[in-house]
C-alpha cells in the first residue's frame, strides 16, 4: 500500500463543514486563556506579595493558598467549581466555572515564580531608592517591580503557554473551547485518530508561534532593547546628550 494511498484514507472527515466548529472553539479557547491569565497574575502578585509581607498571618495564609492549589490536580478544581459548588448552592456558568478554576490553578504557581523573582531584586535597589526619598509604593513600583518582570519572564511565559493547553481539561464541563469540539466533531464522523491528530496540530499552531514570540520578547527584554515610543525617545536624548558632552 502507498503512503499516499495511507494518507487518503486516514484524512476522510469533511472539514469543509467543520470550520465553524473550529474556529468557535479556538476563540473559546483564546478567551479563557485570556481572561484565566490576566486574574490568575493579579491574584498571583498579591500573593507573592503576602508570601513577602512582614505580617506573619498573612504569610502563613499565603502559604497555604499556595500549597493546597498546587498539590491539587486541576481536574479537580474544575469538578469542584462547576459541579461541587452547586451542593453549597453556589452555581457558576460554564465560562465563569472554567476562569475561576484556571485562575486558582494558576495563580498558585505564578505566585511562586513573582515571589522568587520580587526577592531575587538585590536590597540596595531598594535602600538607595528609599535614600533618595522615594515612598515604598513608589520604590516598588518604579525600581523593584521592573527589575522582578524581567526575572520572572522565563517561569511566566511558560506558565501561559501551559494555560493555554490547559483549557483542553474544560471539555469535561462542555466549555465548547477547542477539545470539546473536538469532541463533537469525533462522536458524529466516528474518525476519533484523525480528529484528535488535527487538533493537535491546531494546539501546536497556537502554541509554538506565540511561546516563539515571548522567547523573542524575553531576549529583548533582557538585552535592554527599549520596548515603548516614549522609552526610545528617551533613550535617543540621552545618547544625543552624551554625544555633545564628549564634544
Not at 61 to 77: G, Q
Not at 104 to 130: K, N
Not at 134 to 155: C, E, I, N
Request: proline share 3%; hydrophobic share 50%; charged share 15%.
Amino acid at each position: 500500500m502507498s503512503s499516499f494511498s495511507v494518507l487518503t484514507g486516514l484524512f476522510q472527515v469533511p472539514w469543509s463543514d467543520y470550520v465553524s466548529n473550529i474556529g468557535e472553539g479556538l476563540f473559546r479557547t483564546l478567551g479563557y486563556t485570556i481572561a484565566s491569565f490576566v486574574g490568575a497574575a493579579i491574584l498571583g502578585l498579591a500573593i507573592a506579595l503576602m508570601r513577602l509581607n512582614r505580617l506573619r498571618i498573612l504569610r502563613i495564609l499565603a502559604a497555604f493558598y499556595t500549597e493546597i492549589f498546587k498539590n491539587v490536580p486541576l481536574l479537580a478544581i474544575i469538578f469542584l467549581t462547576y459541579f461541587g459548588l452547586p451542593a453549597v448552592g453556589v452555581r457558576f456558568e460554564v465560562f465563569e466555572a472554567g476562569v475561576l478554576s484556571l485562575i486558582l490553578f494558576y495563580a498558585a504557581y505564578l505566585s511562586e515564580i513573582f515571589r522568587a523573582a520580587i526577592s531575587g531584586v538585590h536590597r540596595g535597589q531598594q535602600e538607595g531608592a528609599e535614600a533618595l526619598g522615594l515612598s515604598r509604593t513608589k520604590t516598588f513600583t518604579h525600581v523593584v517591580l521592573p527589575q522582578a518582570v524581567r526575572l520572572a519572564l522565563p517561569g511566566t511565559n511558560t506558565m501561559f503557554v501551559d494555560l493555554i493547553k490547559s483549557t483542553s481539561l474544560l471539555v469535561t464541563i462542555s466549555a465548547a473551547e477547542l477539545m470539546t469540539q473536538a469532541q463533537l466533531i469525533a462522536s458524529e464522523t466516528f474518525r476519533s485518530l484523525e480528529v484528535y491528530l488535527v487538533i493537535s496540530a491546531v494546539y501546536f499552531a497556537i502554541c509554538y508561534p506565540i511561546s516563539q514570540c515571548l522567547l523573542v520578547l524575553e531576549r529583548k527584554i533582557h538585552a535592554g532593547v527599549p520596548l515603548t515610543v516614549a522609552r526610545r525617545r528617551r533613550l535617543r536624548m540621552a545618547k544625543s546628550f552624551l554625544a555633545q558632552g564628549r564634544t
